[in-house]
């Protein structure tokens, strides 16, 4: 059975670091492009961040550039987001997610993503 698992979320306050990990279990994600997504509280779910399996290349949305960080350590089959000067406006559910096996893209979409863990929960407060 595949089974993605996010650790990591918790209560931080504005500024704050988090580390958020995504172990999978079942199956080898090495030809997967893994991601991040997140929703708020009455929000669609977004995606955050994401990395090709092919040369780990990396891609973020615009309002988390230059603050997280997604990296892949194939080996152990485990996904990580670093997450530094958080803001409130960060706080939801965050999601780790995998692509259909051979993906050659970093989709931004929902929909391109087979698996699913169920979620960490991460709050910024003010």
């Known amino acids: 059975q595949v089974q993605l698992v996010e650790t990591g979320g918790g209560l931080v306050q504005a500024g704050d670091s988090l580390r958020l990990s995504c172990a999978a279990s079942?199956?080898?994600?090495?030809?997967?492009?893994m991601g991040w997504f997140r929703q708020a509280p009455g929000k669609e779910r977004t995606f955050v961040a994401g990395i090709n399996w092919s040369d780990n290349r990396t891609y973020y949305a615009n309002s988390v550039k230059g603050r997280f960080t997604i990296s892949r350590d194939n080996a152990k089959n485990t996904v990580y987001l670093q997450m530094n000067s958080l803001k409130p406006e960060d706080t939801a559910v965050y999601y780790c997610a995998a692509s259909r096996p051979g993906l050659g893209y970093v989709s931004v979409s929902v929909g391109a993503y087979d698996y699913w863990g169920t979620g960490t929960l991460v709050t910024v407060s003010s």
């Open positions: 079942g199956r080898t994600f090495s030809r997967n492009i």
